[in-house]
T-cell receptor, first 115, second 111 residues
Framework: GAVVSQHPSRVICKSGTSVKIECRSL??????MFWYRQFPKQSLMLMAT?????????EQGVEKDKFLINHASLTLSTLTVTSAHPEDSSFYIC???????????FGPGTRLTVL | EDQVTQSPEALRLQEGESSSLNCSYT??????LFWYRQDPGKGPEFLFT???AGEEKEKERLKATLTKKESFLHITAPKPEDSATYLC????????????FGKGTTLSVSS
């Protein structure tokens, strides 16, 4: 149980284009979803927290107009990187937790490369 | 400031050589402590949640324990497939639901 999927697993795009990453909880309802970014050999950096049906809460220093997060249902959240630039290249990971639990279950991650 | 420190940064073991990973935390009250395993190029895999001092949990060759200041992840008779980065994270009381991660311990087990 507690499976989280992400799609796509890898994406390569040109500078200036937008990229959408999907995160789905497959076997539970995720009241809260999280988006992280991870640089090589570093730990996870929280970007934003989203509750179903509400606006996302962004961490300090994360541009909300650049990283658009939508959590429209209890099983789906999306992260859209708008006008991507090479410095946005990174490993993006989502996680999800169910109602009244603190344990987060992570997706497999999406490797974004911006040329 | 809430903080999580993991040690050592890297650990090399021979197959069958048991050891422990440490996670010390400084938080204003602990709501929960979490252990994850992360393989290169993949998302973290959930291992354990601990809530109160004295609590212990086991899964195969892994055993996690918790005190008021730190947690240990004991690895008994490790195998090469246990090689990974082990991440510790906490959620403090009086906070939202965001995890505060340590930097991880990278474990390499050779046969």
């Amino acid at each position: 149980g507690a499976v989280v999927s992400q799609h796509p697993s890898r994406v390569i795009c040109k500078s200036g284009t937008s990229v959408k990453i999907e995160c789905r909880s497959l076997d539970f309802q995720a009241t809260t979803m999280f988006w992280y970014r991870q640089f090589p050999k570093q730990s996870l950096m929280l970007m934003a927290t989203s509750n179903e049906g509400s606006k996302a809460t962004y961490e300090q220093g994360v541009e909300k107009d650049k990283f658009l997060i939508n959590h429209a249902s209890l099983t789906l959240s999306t992260l859209t990187v708008t006008s991507a630039h090479p410095e946005d290249s990174s490993f993006y990971i989502c996680s999800a937790s169910a109602f009244s639990t603190d344990t987060q279950y992570f997706g497999p991650g999406t490797r974004l490369t911006v040329l | 400031e809430d903080q999580v420190t993991q040690s050592p940064e890297a650990l090399r073991l021979q197959e069958g050589e048991s050891s422990s990973l440490n996670c010390s935390y400084t938080v204003s009250g602990l709501r929960g402590l979490f252990w994850y395993r992360q393989d290169p190029g993949k998302g973290p895999e959930f291992l354990f949640t601990l809530y109160s001092a004295g609590e212990e949990k086991e899964k195969e060759r892994l055993k996690a324990t918790l005190t008021k200041k730190e947690s240990f992840l004991h690895i008994t008779a490790p195998k090469p497939e246990d090689s990974a980065t082990y991440l510790c994270a906490v959620i403090p009381n009086q906070a939202g639901t965001a995890l505060i991660f340590g930097k991880g311990t990278t474990l390499s087990v050779s046969s």
